[in-house]
């Protein structure tokens, strides 16, 4: 079983920035691919960013793409989400997943963490 646990939210003004982190607890696999997700009051959860464990190959959505950044760090067994130039519509729960099948595609990841909320203010 793999347990992740994000942390690095928080309140934060318009333009500013934050680093998300998700540390990896368990049986972790080398070729899983590493998701962020976030997800609005009322809204559907939808994909952020994306990337490998094994060779840090990276997606990312539209929305965030040239604001957000997703790295790992290997040796910590940790993901990360730099994220910059926020805005109020970027308000949400973000949510760190795994991807058994290593895909940055990510469909249906094995695993969630519980969340960490990221509040910006116009």
């Known amino acids: 079983q793999v347990q992740l646990v994000e942390s690095g939210g928080g309140l934060v003004q318009a333009g500013g920035s934050l680093r998300l982190s998700c540390a990896a607890s368990?049986?972790?696999?080398?070729?899983?691919?590493m998701a962020w997700f976030r997800q609005a009051p009322g809204k559907e959860r939808e994909f952020v960013a994306a990337?490998?464990?094994?060779?840090?190959?990276?997606r990312y959505a539209g929305s965030v793409k040239g604001r957000f950044t997703i790295s790992r760090d290997n040796a910590k067994n940790t993901v990360y989400l730099q994220m910059n130039s926020l805005k109020p519509e970027d308000t949400a729960v973000y949510y760190c997943?795994?991807?058994?099948?290593?895909?940055?595609?990510?469909?249906?990841?094995?695993?969630w963490g519980q969340g960490t909320q990221v509040t910006v203010s116009s």
């Open positions: 990337i490998n464990w094994s060779y840090g190959n990276t």
């Open positions: 368990g049986r972790t696999f080398s070729s899983y691919a």
């Open positions: 997943a795994a991807d058994a099948r290593g895909s940055l595609w990510p469909r249906d990841p094995d695993y």
